[in-house]
């Protein structure tokens, strides 16, 4: 999971040929691989605009608060739920700040629809980094442990991270271009944050 | 724009493809990644992998070649 989220970084940064590793060092070891929802890296067609990108920002923000919030309600582990909810509020405030640049950048003063005025999603349950359905994840959730649950969670940020940055690069609104530099490091501020009690839990163990 | 038009799938390959081109290939003609914490890389790596944590880097990327193909897990 993690790695894919290494590709995305190694793609950005100009690597040529970038593979992952399918199942990461379980699969090496001849175990059996327990996968998260199988996720896609974030590219953006030629033809994407500012709004399109904000959008899409927006809506995996939200994505990753929804999931935050399910899988912090089941967590038996205490410690690791109260860090899931704090970090869906702080993906809440994500979202404020960037329905205010989507109205600055397109000069309106309210957008009711949004984010389905500007971009189209089949599923209503919302979607997260990667292209994963919020669903699909929490389905794939129920079973796992506060550690491999956490290593999602890592994946996710980092490759948010990551989105932000390229997005940052696309984006010509100095506004914009902002927002999402402090997004960035945001996310990489949940990263640590998440790594911190990913380690805890695998040195408990 | 639909959301999944914003997503590509990501170049995998499975655990016997990378052992069959470790053994074809000589060292310094790949990078392997090994992209997970310290902690985990003692417990164990594959032969000839370097560490450089997930969250680490982009601001280490300069220590690899680019030009080569890049193997992370």
Redesign the interface.
Known sequence: M?????????TR?????????????H???GMVASGAP????????AE?TPS?LTA?AW?LEDGTRKFYLEVASKLKDLETGSLFKELAALEGKHKEKLFAIHLAISAMAEDPEYPASV????SEGG?ME??VEVGKALDWARERSPEEILEYA??LE?NSYDLHLKMEERVKDPRAKEMFVSLAGEE?GH??RL?DQ??KL??AS | ???????????????ER??AFLNEKRMGEFNL?D???P??YEQ???PGAKLVP??E??SR?KE?D????????
């Not at chain 1, 971009?119 to 089949?122: H, R």
């Open positions: 993690r790695s894919r989220a290494a590709a995305a970084i190694l940064g100009g690597f040529k040929e970038v593979y992952s590793m399918e199942g990461g060092i699969a090496w070891k199988e996720a896609g890296i974030a590219y953006f067609p994407s399109e899409l809506l971009i189209s999603f089949p979607y990667g292209g890592l994946s980092i990489k990263l640590l790594q990913f380690l695998m040195t | 724009m639909a959301i999944l038009d914003y997503f590509r799938p990501v170049s995998t390959l499975p655990a990378i052992r990644l992209v997970r914490q902690q985990e164990g790596h594959l997930v969250g880097l982009e990327l690899l680019p030009t080569k193909p890049t193997i992370a897990y």
